[in-house]
């Protein structure tokens, strides 16, 4: 069975340009997130997708990051227009569902790595 | 203060000791525990979940203390394989699976 995979697995862009990350999840399962690792600190939740709707955003940095997942199985994540500090890696994760113990197993991809000069 | 504190090595040892990583949390509403592992410029990758009860996968054991908000993990008898950065990550109730994670121990294995 295919992994989490990540498009494109770098991207160096200018400050002010545009940049689409793409997320395609383990088939079949219907959560999907975002996190981000800056330089130097912790991965951080970005958000989170239940099949095509978002179920938590709270962890997106401002209004230029635009997440998408319409349809419910591929995910996109835009920013725009880029900032120097985000700069980072995006790792997109999928987990089937959430059994009653809570949260199932997340799969993480190998990430995108962002760099914005 | 951080919601997930790990010491951040990096730990350096020999092939075959036994090293302890320990990790605190302050949210003492965290329902879930993990470590997951980390190896240079990949994915991270689920090593174990963390019960109460503590449990055990062949040389890894897991350990958390609700009270103390403390999560550990014992790896026995170290492979050169071992060499990895070690996440404590957490997951807070309702929050759908939002993990939370400390920025790493980093284990280095000699031969």
């Known amino acids: 069975e295919a992994g989490v995979t990540q498009f494109p697995s770098h991207s160096v862009i200018e400050k002010g340009q545009t940049v689409t990350l793409r997320c395609d999840p383990i088939?079949?399962?219907?959560?999907l997130y975002w996190y981000r690792r800056v330089m130097g600190k912790e991965i951080k939740f970005l958000l989170h997708f239940v099949k095509e709707s978002k179920q938590d955003e709270s962890g997106m940095p401002n209004n230029r990051f635009l997440a998408e997942r319409t349809g419910g199985t591929y995910s996109t994540l835009k920013v725009q227009p880029a900032e120097l500090e985000d700069s980072g890696v995006y790792f997109c994760a999928s987990s089937q569902d959430f059994g009653a113990g809570g949260a199932d197993t997340q799969y993480f991809g190998p990430g995108t790595r962002l760099t914005v000069l | 203060r951080k919601e997930v504190e790990q010491d951040p090595g990096p730990f350096n040892v020999p092939e075959g000791a036994t090293v302890a990583f320990n990790c605190t949390y302050s949210n003492s509403a965290s329902q879930s525990f993990f470590w997951y592992r980390q190896d240079c410029r990949k994915e991270p990758k689920l090593l174990m979940s963390?019960?109460?009860s503590g449990n055990e996968d062949g040389r890894f054991t897991a350990q958390l203390n609700r009270a103390s908000q403390y999560i550990s993990l014992l790896i026995r008898d170290s492979k050169l394989s071992d060499s990895a950065t070690y996440l404590c990550v957490v997951n807070l109730p309702g929050s759908q699976g939002n993990l939370i994670f400390g920025k790493g121990t980093k284990l280095s294995v000699k031969p």
């Open positions: 088939s079949g399962h219907d959560n």
């Open positions: 963390v019960y109460s």
